[in-house]
């Protein structure tokens, strides 16, 4: 199994960049694919971005592709998710997830068994 740990979340004006890391433990991480999600207060948790083990990725929208960018750097167990030219709508918790098989479309919180505890993100207007 895989431990993850988010961080790099944090208040940033519209416009502004972040770049939120997750940190992984465990056998096998290299192999895993590994997506990132968001939960604004009172919506359902939605898909942001996912990459898979040979690094090739999808992101939930043309919009998200624009100016968010998932990276996997296995020297250091850690999957990155860039983000830019932030909008207010982007504030949620964003959590990290690691999927054990690649069988699904990995744009479902079904598709995942290991989740990080949350990172928060905020972006004012």
């Known amino acids: 199994q895989v431990q993850l740990v988010e961080s790099g979340g944090g208040l940033v004006q519209a416009g502004g960049s972040l770049t939120l890391a997750c940190a992984a433990s465990?056998?096998?991480?290299?192999?895993?694919?590994m997506g990132w999600f968001r939960q604004a207060p009172g919506k359902e948790r939605e898909f942001v971005a996912a990459i898979r083990w040979n690094g090739i990725s999808t992101y939930d929208s043309d919009s998200v592709r624009a100016r968010f960018t998932i990276s996997r750097d296995n020297a250091k167990n850690t999957v990155y998710l860039q983000m830019d030219s932030l909008k207010p709508e982007d504030t949620a918790v964003y959590y990290c997830?690691?999927?054990?098989?690649?069988?699904?479309?990995?744009?479902?919180?079904?598709?995942?068994?290991?989740w990080g505890q949350g990172t928060q993100v905020t972006v004012s207007s």
């Open positions: 997830a690691a999927a054990r098989y690649s069988s699904g479309s990995l744009r479902n919180s079904d598709d995942y068994n290991y």
């Open positions: 465990g056998r096998s991480y290299s192999t895993y694919p």
